[in-house]
């Protein structure tokens, strides 16, 4: 395995294993002291630490506080809403829960893969995109409906509990059901949920005025 692939396995490893709570940022940064040994953190407490893997989830909490370009529109406007209110007929699920799922999942950015391999708008993992015959995971109206699918899904099984359907989203359902029917404690997850709910509730808010 090339050392590049490595070190990323090696990061992604150490990022699962953090402590939830540890930190309010989901960045990974790294630096190599003078006799060779690694060093990874999500707390950069030495000034040769250098950002090694983004936090995916700071630009929708940075759009809360000032919203700027796709953020600043109401539904209606924002890319995809064709798309995304088509499936939320044959889904049932919420038309602006769906734009608030892709609006911190990938800023709706169609193209976006994450490190794991999440894929598209919604972000969905290849096991997902399996489960629910999703064969193109960059195409634009077949991840939405894909993702909204799961999204149905989850809501089913939590009866109707959206914090819990949109843990299961991120962290995986069994996840949820391991822990008790509640938000998993990873840090990850525990950012999430009230992220895509602040985002929700602001559409929401767009739309009533």
């Given at each position: 395995m090339p050392a590049k692939s490595r070190r990323l396995l090696l990061i992604l490893a150490i990022a699962a294993a953090l402590p939830a709570g540890v930190s309010a940022s989901g960045a990974i940064y790294g630096f190599v002291d003078e006799s060779g040994v690694e060093h990874l953190t999500n707390i950069p407490n030495d000034s040769r630490y250098r950002l090694l893997l983004r936090d995916r989830l700071a630009p929708a909490a940075a759009a809360l506080k000032v919203p700027r370009g796709v953020f600043a529109l109401p539904t209606e406007q924002r890319p995809f809403d064709d798309a995304i209110r088509a499936v939320s007929r044959t889904t049932g699920v919420d038309a602006a829960l769906l734009h608030a799922v892709i609006a911190v999942e990938s800023g709706y950015r169609d193209t976006a893969v994450?490190?794991?391999?999440?894929?598209?708008?919604?972000?969905?993992?290849?096991?997902?995109?399996?489960?629910?015959?999703?064969?193109?995971?960059?195409?634009?109206?077949a991840n939405i409906r894909a993702g909204a699918r799961y999204l149905r899904d989850l809501l089913a099984l939590f009866d109707n509990d959206i914090e819990l359907a949109l843990a299961g989203y991120n962290a995986g359902e069994n996840a949820v059901l391991r822990h008790g029917w509640r938000i998993p404690p990873y840090a990850e997850t525990q950012r999430y949920v009230p992220l895509v709910l602040a985002h929700y509730e602001r559409l929401n808010g767009l739309a009533r005025r």
């Open positions: 994450s490190a794991r391999g999440a894929t598209g708008l919604m972000q969905l993992m290849p096991a997902t995109a399996r489960r629910y015959g999703l064969e193109n995971a960059r195409d634009p109206a």
